[in-house]
T-cell receptor, first 113, second 115 residues
Framework: AQTVTQSQPEMSVQEAETVTLSCTYD???????LFWYKQPPSRQMILVIR??????QNATENRFSVNFQKAAKSFSLKISDSQLGDAAMYFC??????????FGAGTRLFVKA | DTGVSQDPRHKITKRGQNVTFRCDPI?????LYWYRQTLGQGPEFLTY????????KSRLLSDRFSAERPKGSFSTLEIQRTEQGDSAMYLC?????????????FGEGSWLTVV
């Protein structure tokens, strides 16, 4: 069965600095998608970034980028120039394009002014 | 694109009462999901519809839970004879099967407190 593991329950970063959130997953599939979602204190889950497993190039969205290591089954999220508004729970998720998306337990990110 | 909307946002109910949540998905999305989330945890899959057909239910969904999606548009999630363990955030999400790896988009959630 597919699993998603986020080993960092909490992380902290100084405003304007860079932070990396870790995620590993387990799957026997070769074609799949990986996602990072952000859930601010208001609780709506927002898609941050998406990576297709067949693409070697790491996805980027403005200050957010990923380091996708397919062989290691690792999918980390790097947030550059951290802002106070980045404070939230971040969830790593896995999907095959089928109906089920599996989420990790989340990492709570604190941003210090 | 108006996003996924859920109603009510908050519900407090006494143990043993029935509650119903409504979800309106993004209009062109053919898939609709219900997830449950407790504090400090990631969303857990409950059930999924493709159009009006309920195609998958998690073992988490006991007989007290029922979900419908008449006409493949909005969906309702009903919990009968609520228990304190049902207290959680109930998240609705939608997706289009053929787009962007079936990326799912969430509503703001319905927070249930059973007292």
């Amino acid at each position: 069965a597919q699993t998603v593991t986020q080993s960092q329950p909490e992380m902290s970063v100084q405003e304007a600095e860079t932070v990396t959130l870790s995620c590993t997953y387990d799957t026997s599939e070769s074609d799949y998608y990986l996602f990072w979602y952000k859930q601010p204190p208001s609780r709506q889950m927002i898609l941050v970034i998406r990576q297709e497993a067949y693409k070697q190039q790491n996805a980027t969205e403005n200050r957010f980028s990923v380091n996708f290591q397919k062989a290691a089954k690792s999918f980390s999220l790097k947030i550059s120039d951290s802002q106070l508004g980045d404070a939230a729970m971040y969830f790593c998720a896995y999907g095959t394009g089928g109906f089920k998306t599996i989420f990790g337990a989340g990492t709570r990110l604190f941003v210090k002014a | 694109d108006t996003g996924v909307s859920q109603d009510p946002r908050h519900k407090i109910t006494k143990r043993g009462q029935n509650v119903t949540f409504r979800c309106d998905p993004i209009s062109e999305h053919n898939r609709l999901y219900w997830y449950r989330q407790t504090l400090g945890q990631g969303p857990e899959f409950l059930t999924y519809f493709q159009n009006e057909a309920q195609l998958e239910k998690s073992r988490l969904l006991s007989d007290r839970f029922s979900a419908e999606r008449p006409k493949g548009s909005f969906s309702t999630l009903e919990i009968q004879r609520t228990e304190q363990g049902d207290s959680a955030m109930y998240l609705c999400a939608s997706s289009h099967r053929d787009r962007a790896g079936n990326t799912i988009y969430f509503g703001e959630g319905s927070w249930l407190t059973v007292v």
